[in-house]
């Protein structure tokens, strides 16, 4: 199916390209979502804990220190658990978009369990006074009927699916909704994620900061939007927070990137003809 891309003519300034830098903020949500034996692994549950609290302060200071906005993606349980780390994302001026609420992967749930999983998330957030714009699926695994209560729920564009790498219009229950595509090679945690019970690759850094770069290249020669999608829990462990500056000053020193936020980017696609 040919999808219809959403049309920028330009970007801000004198911008060549549309870098988005996002952080999904999944804490100890995802394991506990699995089952309750997790609630008792406390090495696997801490370092989920890592990214809310010590990953999540070296990203915000990493971005301050370059002035670039971001959008991260929470999962109303780490909302709950981690309000301090709200506070500190929407101080610091980033997006917040909906990532579940206790990160399920929405295809083994039926539709009336994704719809309360979709309002949970909604709650816990407003209590942050946050009405998000974006909705990024738990673990990247977006679902028909998800997928058609967004744009009812209000909900401008989704980040999950991957069917171009620009971004896109999709249906949302017979309303318009912009899709900005990510991938999992533009992710952190096929090359850095690591547990015990599910194993993991831990990459060169090297090797992923050349493919991150020769990605924003590509997306430069194409004047399209990129995003990049990272964990604090992984990018937040120091030597990989070093890949990630360098990224950043490779780009920078590179061409003419526009860091923004999704919503920014949602905002300049207009609506399709
Ligand atoms: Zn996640």
Redesign the pocket.
Known sequence: MVRPTAVFPSWPGDAEVAVALTF?V?GA??WISEGPEYARRLTMLSQGEFGPGRGLVRVLDLLADRGIPATF?V?GHTADQHPEAITAILEAGHEVGH??YL?RGSDPLDAADQRIELEQGLTALAKHGIRPAGY?S???ELTTETLGMLAELGFSYDSSLMADDRPYWEDSGGKPLLEIPGHWSLCDWPYFGYTAYHGGLLADPAAVERSWLEEFESARQDRRAVTYTM?PEAIGRGYLLRMLERVISGMTTRGRPWFATHAQIAELAGQPD
């Open positions: 999904d999944d949500a995802p993606y999962p990532h579940g990160h990024r738990p673990g990247w964990h």
